[in-house]
């Protein structure tokens, strides 16, 4: 392509965004934004993201088949699993204008998933064992109203991904597919050039299931993640379900005399450990929460979160949510903020933290408001715990229990994920099979998303200068980009000329910036933005048969035969 003809060009003087990738991608001409979180992709950008679709869809072909549904779905589908009410990012579209309104007043969801409308299809058309397993993917528009919407091609409110989902006749048969989609995923992940940096992590199952599900997360500074990596187990863990052991500080041998102390007002771990002048570690956060039927008070070093995921699991509970103000005062006789573990009514279940296990001369609230107990300890002042949880969030420095190493932790990007949906959708639709006995069974079935655009912002997030993007080369919008310096001269603009031309008999994809009036140190900062591998330059000073070659990634230049060009980038392509 002549870069004369490109719609779309650099604009190096365009807004600055909240990302790398949201930023580079519109000064170099790849997307332009129409509204937060809505993006159009313009020539180049749309030949990277069709380049790593097409990747996607050549791994996939492998392992399913493929279909296209549609982004529109009737209400009653999403009403039929319950999650019409519940999916907090789902939208919808009607007639915008009481003249279409009147054609027409129906209210329609934008799919932001597709379970709704895959498992029925398949069930139209799967009736024996025979049949399963079977896998259909699609490669689709999503929508999903971010509150939030930010950070370029991360995170949008429209959005291009390939959903996949599996149908099986047992869940053995499940999880043997599941680890073909992991090998699947990693080939992808390898091909589009983040296969070094992108490990699988252990993540929530969410509503789904109490399994584990499986993130592809690509370390990235700029990355949304939090990954805690215990090397020696070989496991990577989101921080939203790492398990975690506190580095217990050196405690005190001597007990002191429990105190109660006046902070009016003092309720911040932080604020309150400076007014005690004690450790932050000493201080004790006790919070209340509705677990279904009852109340439940949770109690963990100050320095720490509660992890509300790991808190509903060890209660087994369907709904958790914080105890109201007047729910605590009525159980504690104390103001929110100054509730702690000491005097609670018997009839309060406490679930301990292990950042609380052997502490001495700790700080508590006193149940009382406006006042705090310091120099609290287990065995003389309280009960020692029968039985210490974990049920914090997982921070930097934490251990891993199993083999009592200290975590790596790494930001990261998620650029892929897994999940055993097991029987929730096709429950939900009364899809069966007959067995091969001639009774019923039910169906077991696996979902697996990829984002596509999301992976076009996460590669330039990890790969780029001060100068602009450097693609991987197999999605990189062409593989060549070709300067033609000098172009007034006729001899050179055929030498141009022919270059592009062999290079394209080559089967190389190759941009030719063929403009005359522009100058040189523009055109080289406009390849650099742009970021195409490989830099072909051609000039009055290019004599014989060699020609300047640049690489992208390290800058090198060299002076190369048209031959030692082509094949040095077919390697790269095909390798």
Request: proline fraction near 3%; aromatic fraction near 10%; glycine fraction near 6%.
């Amino acid at each position: 392509m002549k870069y004369s003809l490109l719609f779309g060009k650099t604009n190096r003087t365009a807004k600055e965004f909240d990302s790398i990738n949201a930023t580079l991608l519109q000064k170099a001409g790849y997307i332009d934004q129409v509204m937060a979180g809505v993006y159009t992709f313009l020539p180049l950008g749309l030949r990277v993201l069709s380049k790593i679709e097409n990747i996607v869809r050549d791994e996939m072909n492998k392992i399913a088949s493929e279909v296209l549904m549609p982004s529109l779905s009737p209400r009653d589908v999403w009403a039929k699993t319950g999650r019409l009410e519940k999916m907090d990012v789902m939208m919808q579209t009607q007639g915008a204008n009481p003249a279409s309104l009147a054609k027409n007043d129906s209210n329609y969801i934008l799919n932001a998933t597709h379970e709704e409308i895959v498992t029925p299809l398949a069930s139209k058309f799967t009736y024996s064992y025979k049949q399963l397993p079977l896998a259909l993917y699609q490669i689709q528009t999503k929508f999903r109203n971010e509150p939030r919407a930010k950070s370029g091609l991360l995170r949008c409110r429209e959005f291009r991904m390939k959903d996949l989902y599996s149908f099986h006749k047992s869940p053995e048969d499940l999880k043997q597919y599941y680890e073909v989609v992991k090998a699947a995923y990693n080939q992808v992940f390898k091909r589009v050039g983040l296969g070094k940096d992108t490990f699988i992590a252990l993540a929530s199952g969410g509503d789904f299931t109490d399994d584990y599900s499986h993130e592809f997360q690509t370390k990235c500074e700029s990355g949304e993640d939090l990954i805690f990596h215990a090397s020696k187990a070989q496991l990577h863990f989101n921080r939203e379900i790492a398990p975690s052991q506190a580095i217990l500080p050196e405690q005190e041998s001597e007990q002191r005399e429990k105190q109660e102390v006046l902070g009016e007002g003092i309720i911040g771990v932080e604020d309150l450990a400076k007014f005690l002048n004690i450790d932050v570690r000493k201080t004790t956060k006790t919070l209340f929460y509705q677990a279904d039927d009852q109340v439940v008070a949770v109690a963990l070093r100050g320095d720490y979160e509660v992890n509300e995921l790991k808190l509903k699991k060890i209660l087994k509970s369907k709904k958790l949510e914080l105890a109201t103000a007047e729910a605590i005062k009525n159980l504690t006789g104390a103001e929110v903020g100054y509730a702690g573990i000491l005097n609670l009514p018997d009839v309060i279940k406490v679930i301990f933290d292990d950042s609380l296990k052997g502490r001495t001369n700790f700080e508590t609230g006193a149940n009382k408001t406006n006042y705090h107990i310091i120099n609290v300890n287990f065995g003389r002042d309280l009960a020692e715990p029968q039985e210490f949880h974990d049920i914090k969030l997982a921070k930097e420095g934490d251990i891993y229990y199993e083999t009592g190493e200290v975590y790596e932790v790494y930001k990261a990007s998620e650029v892929g994920n897994i999940f055993p949906l097991y029987t929730k959708f096709s429950d939900d639709f009364n899809f069966h099979f007959t067995k091969e006995d001639g009774s019923e069974g039910q169906v077991f079935m696996g979902c697996y998303g990829i984002g596509t655009s999301r992976i076009m912002g996460v590669v330039v997030e990890k790969f780029h200068d001060e100068k602009g993007i450097i693609w991987p080369i197999n999605i990189s919008p062409f593989h060549v980009h070709l300067i033609g310096l000098n172009l007034d001269d006729p001899v050179v603009f055929k030498k141009c000329e022919d270059v592009h031309s062999r290079l394209k008999q080559e089967g190389l994809e190759v941009l030719f910036d063929d403009r005359v009036d522009v100058k040189a140190g523009s055109k080289f900062n406009d390849a650099e933005l742009i970021g195409i591998p490989n830099i072909l330059i051609i000039s009055a000073k290019t004599s014989g048969e060699e020609y300047e070659f640049k690489t992208r990634n390290d800058g090198q230049s060299r002076h190369l035969r048209l031959d030692e060009i082509i094949g040095e980038i077919k390697s790269d392509l095909y390798s």
